[in-house]
């Protein structure tokens, strides 16, 4: 019960930042002290918080891995705390969608990080497009993803297959869900609508063996 307890409050908080990632972005002054907190989520599962979407980051013996990689001013502190896992360069990077709170660090990122994400993510960043107002240029060809997928794609990583789901009824046309097998009846990432769906859940492990 305790556990559950745990499990549901920290699952609401990350909920709550979630939802208002992309109202930050409007609100916040992009000089002020950029910090990165470093969540652990089980041995080789992390969460970064920046200022965009949660970034989470599977780290062992073949590397780490990153679901998102926030905005572009929070790449050279994401940098630095994926350095305490052992390396400052993730080897594989999820895109869970196409917005810069999701996106930016592959700019970062992307020469030496191999970019994965579904088919529509790589067609927006590819061209010019506007956001609450804000126009966005088309990302350079290295910050793009390399790989791309209709359906779904898996990545067999630190011996387990992290598996990404694209769904069409997100908040984009590229969305997808990124699955830990290993951590069972986990989401590690959504990105739907925060209507339907908060825009990035994550549970706990305690939440992961009940
Ligand atoms: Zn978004």
Redesign the pocket.
């Known amino acids: 019960m305790l556990k559950k307890f745990i499990a549901a409050s920290f699952i609401l908080s990350l909920f709550s930042t979630a939802i208002f ?2 109202r930050k972005h409007e609100n916040e002054n992009p000089t002020q002290d950029i910090t990165v907190k470093t969540i652990k989520i089980t041995d080789h599962v992390y969460m970064l918080q920046g200022r965009g ?1 949660n970034v989470g980051a599977s780290v062992g013996a073949d590397g780490i891995l990153i679901v998102d990689d926030d905005y572009a001013q929070v790449s050279a502190k994401l940098a630095e705390a994926l350095k305490t896992f052992g390396s400052e360069k993730p080897r594989i990077i999820f895109n869970t ?1 196409w ?1 810069g ?2 996106s930016e660090g592959n700019k970062f990122f992307g020469k030496d990080s191999l970019i994965l994400a579904h088919t529509n993510v790589r067609k927006r960043l590819s061209v010019e497009s506007i956001v609450l107002g804000n126009k966005t240029e088309p990302y350079p060809k290295f910050a793009l993803p390399v790989l791309t997928y209709d359906q779904s794609m898996s990545v067999h990583f630190n011996d387990e297959e992290i598996r990404a789901v694209h769904y069409p009824n997100g ?2 046309d590229g969305d997808s869900v990124i699955f830990l097998p290993k951590l069972t009846s986990c989401i590690w990432a959504m ?1 739907f609508s925060p209507v339907d769906f908060p ?1 990035l859940i994550w549970t706990t492990a305690a939440a992961c063996k009940e």
Do not use: V
Request: hydrophobic share 10%; charged share 10%; no cysteine.
């Open positions: 990632a992309h979407g969608h917005h709170d999701h908040h984009t990105t825009s």
